[in-house]
């Protein structure tokens, strides 16, 4: 990841998205992605004050996004051609398509994680070009939090004990960072000729009342995810009653241990050993392998994000019904 931008920044609370590369973005997602292909990129610019400034971005290739190696290199060429038109080519995140806002998963934590360690100011940016479709453009910027980004520095297994002693919860995964598109005065111009050319026989459905498969949709993958989080529910349960298990015997050998050494003592005999390793070993016991608990914060994460899409979709489709209502009456 070569050619990362300078300085330190604490935070970056703004990202302002240049209007030709929104278009790449979705140019790359039409022609490359599909509902279950995603594709990626990279994307480069500055940091000027607290805003994050992205002024170009170039994909990654299909047959580069499976080889570590060789899409590091790809990169690494195109910075060094961008430095040597004198352009700007530090790099200050990437970006990735979604379907439906089902972005949150571990290979998409892992890259974050690594563009995090090496930029520090780096974001992802993730463009939905299904929701894309129904009138409201989907450009979403994030980055992980501390706290997370900590907890895997570490290494942290991710067991229930930590994450309850860290205070990790799915809220506490990745930051929304506010993107605002900025366009040239020329683009704004183009923007205005278009705007006053008639249209002739096309029409465009602006106030189109229908939003039912939008909806299916992300009920439907906001069913899936509570099975999923049902399951690691499951299993957590299932741990913790094996742990409780364990612990019941335990207790229950130290209490005849200690009628024991008591009735010894009596007879003048030597003490028996209650300590942890001697307990194991008598009561064979095996240790209790903890789950995960990533796969649950993810999913958390993914249930607390459909359940956002389905109130904006719903909240957009009554003041659409309101508005053609009160037209209507008029």
């Known amino acids: 990841m070569a050619g990362t931008a300078k300085g330190i920044v604490e935070s970056v609370e703004e990202v302002q998205l240049d209007g030709l590369v929104a278009l790449k ?4 997602c039409q022609e490359e992605g599909s509902s279950t292909e995603l594709v990626n990129g990279f994307l480069v610019g500055l940091v000027v004050g607290k805003t994050l400034e992205i002024t170009n971005c170039f994909p990654l290739p299909k047959d580069l996004d499976d080889t570590q190696d060789r899409a590091d290199d790809y990169q690494v060429n195109i910075l060094k051609k961008l430095r040597a038109i004198n352009l700007d080519y530090h790099q200050v995140g990437w970006y990735q398509s979604t379907y439906l806002g089902s972005h949150t998963s571990k290979e998409f934590l892992e890259n974050q994680v690594k563009y995090q360690q090496a ?10 070009p299904l929701q894309s479709t129904q009138g409201s453009l989907s450009l979403k910027a994030f980055r992980l939090t501390k706290d997370i980004l900590a907890m895997i520095q570490r290494g942290d297994p991710f067991t229930p004990e930590s994450v309850l002693g860290a205070g990790m919860t799915h ?4 930051i929304e960072i506010p993107v605002a598109l900025k366009a040239s005065r020329l683009e704004n111009a183009l923007l205005c000729e278009l705007d006053a050319q008639d249209m002739g026989s ?10 039912t ?3 299916e949709k992300n009920l439907q993958l ?14 957590l349960l299932g741990y913790e009653k094996n742990v409780s298990k364990q612990l019941q015997q335990k207790q229950q050998f130290i209490q005849r241990r200690k009628e024991e050494n008591a009735r010894r003592a009596q007879r003048g005999e030597s003490q028996l050993s209650i300590s942890d390793d001697v307990i194991e070993q008598e009561l064979n016991l095996k240790p209790v392998q903890a789950p995960p608990r990533l796969d649950a914060l993810l999913i958390g994460e993914h249930v607390d994000s459909k359940c956002r899409q389905i109130t904006e979709v719903a909240a957009e489709t009554f ?11 008029k």
């Open 213 to 215: 498969q939008l909806l």
């Open 119 to 128: 930029i520090e100011e780096s974001v992802v940016v993730i463009y939905d």
């Open 25 to 28: 973005i979705i140019k790359h």
């Open 202 to 211: 096309e029409k465009m459905e602006f106030l189109g009342l229908s939003a």
């Open 222 to 235: 906001l069913m899936d995810s509570v099975d999923n989080l049902q399951q690691e529910t499951y299993r």
């Open 319 to 329: 003041a659409k019904l309101y508005l053609s209502e009160g037209l209507q009456q």
């Open 171 to 174: 809220s506490k995964l990745l």
